[in-house]
């Protein structure tokens, strides 16, 4: 038997720490360069002179590095099979360079699929907070998973 999550290893109410990482000065100019060109995101001095008051990560950055701790610390481990989209996005706060973000997820519901019967779905809220306990991003989402009895 596998030790990947299967759908019926989740239910309601869980929590799962997925971990931290801290956010360089060089990775939301890197980042932003490639992704998300706005003087905000790519100069201090446009930064400072923005409503976010300094250089800030881009939203899709913080959504990004998110993504990385849930693929790395939960979806890795699972027989996860994608996931049909994104119910809720929100950026919360700016991130700066130097800020830590340690991200969990809570499983908000679970079901099982009627039509794809090897298949769960398992609705996830993801949160990151900064090293103050800040909330800085929210996102809701479906993910399919493998039943254990269709995989065995």
Do not use: C, Y
């Amino acid at each position: 038997m596998s030790d990947l999550l299967h759908f019926e290893d989740f239910s309601q109410g869980q929590n799962f720490d997925l971990g931290s990482l801290e956010v360089s000065r060089e990775e939301i100019i890197e980042f932003a360069s490639e992704f998300d060109p706005q003087p905000f995101h790519m100069d201090e001095e446009a930064g400072k002179a923005s409503m976010l008051g300094g250089l800030a990560a881009s939203g899709w950055h913080t959504a990004s590095m998110a993504m990385r701790l849930l693929a790395e610390n939960l979806l890795n481990k699972s027989t996860s099979r994608g996931s049909p989209g994104i119910t809720k996005l929100k950026w919360m706060r700016p991130v700066f360079p130097g800020d830590t973000l340690r991200v969990s997820a809570e499983i908000l519901k679970t079901r099982t699929l009627h039509t794809r019967p090897d298949l769960g779905l398992v609705s996830v809220r993801l949160s990151a907070v900064n090293q103050s306990q800040e909330q800085v991003l929210v996102w809701e989402n479906p993910i399919m998973f493998a039943r254990r009895e269709a995989s065995s």
